[in-house]
């Protein structure tokens, strides 16, 4: 079970990943930013960022690429990092609850539905993507194409 959520926004709509997949939050200049070559996670480029001396594939899902913006690093590999227009706050399991949705209905790169327990708009609960190895296929995973973009 979680113990919290990390809520981002992304072209003015708000997501929310599991704080227990993540290891930190960074500022991210766009030059920081470096090509991946041509590797691709669910259709998007996979980009690298240096922090610390620890190079971490990120997806960078900003509409704008020339903006600054914040880095959701993973806790774990092989997972990669998001790039987002910003982090909006880390909030505890009980101040998001969990709806019903027909998993039928939910865009590929969602894996639940939140609701804010005072109210509020919906809130898609998204996964960290995971990054195959070089010896391995990629895995089958959510997509996050065009839809995370639009509003």
């Excluded at 399991?93 to 109210?119: M, N």
């Amino acid at each position: 079970m979680s113990r919290g959520y990390v809520t981002f926004e992304v072209d003015g709509t708000v997501f929310a990943v599991r704080v227990d997949e993540v290891r930190e939050i960074v500022r991210v200049d766009p030059t920081d930013l470096l090509p991946a070559g041509e590797r691709t996670v669910a259709g998007r480029e996979l980009g690298l960022l240096d922090v610390r001396r620890r190079t971490v594939p990120v997806l960078d899902l900003r509409r704008r690429k020339g903006d600054e913006a914040e880095a959701i690093l993973p806790r774990r590999r092989p997972l990669a990092g998001l790039v987002v227009d910003r982090v909006t706050a880390v909030v505890a399991v009980t101040d998001l609850v969990a709806q019903d949705a027909d998993e039928r209905a939910l865009p590929s790169y969602a894996v639940g539905v939140l609701r804010p327990a005072t109210g509020g708009a919906p809130v898609l609960l998204v996964a960290l993507p995971q990054v195959a190895t070089a010896d391995e296929p990629p895995a089958l995973e959510p997509s996050l194409g065009t839809p995370v973009l639009a509003k």
